[in-house]
């Protein structure tokens, strides 16, 4: 089973910087779509970001023009950025991968916004 791995969590200050990766132990070809989802603390799991094989993205309304997902396929990773970060943005971040049959995840990755 495919797995995933995030990191670059962490502590950051409002109007900072962040860039996520997440690391596939095969090949990220194989899925059809890659995303982010955010969980914030006491609530649910919800989409960030979505990136196709053939990179086209995708973002949540709210939160175009300040996150840029992207990925590179010759070191099987995910990445997403964030910029002009705010405490909205608090929470675990995940990574999820779908191959067409099945969806893998991370074990997720936390970032706290603070001054």
């Known amino acids: 089973q495919v797995q995933l791995v995030e990191s670059g969590g962490g502590l950051v200050q409002p109007g900072g910087s962040l860039r996520l990766s997440c690391i596939s132990s095969?090949?990220?070809?194989?899925?059809?779509?890659m995303a982010w989802y955010r969980q914030p603390p006491g609530g649910q799991r919800a989409l960030v970001a979505s990136?196709?094989?053939?990179?086209?993205?995708n973002y949540q309304e709210s939160r175009q023009g300040r996150f840029t997902i992207s990925k590179d396929n010759a070191k099987n990773t995910l990445y997403l950025e964030i910029d002009s970060i705010k405490s909205e943005d608090t929470g675990v971040y995940y990574c999820?991968?779908?191959?067409?049959?099945?969806?893998?995840w991370g074990l997720g990755t936390q970032v706290t916004v603070s001054s």
């Open positions: 999820s991968g779908n191959d067409g049959l099945v969806s893998s």
């Open positions: 095969e090949n990220i070809f194989r899925f059809h779509n």
């Open positions: 990136l196709t094989r053939d990179d086209t993205a």
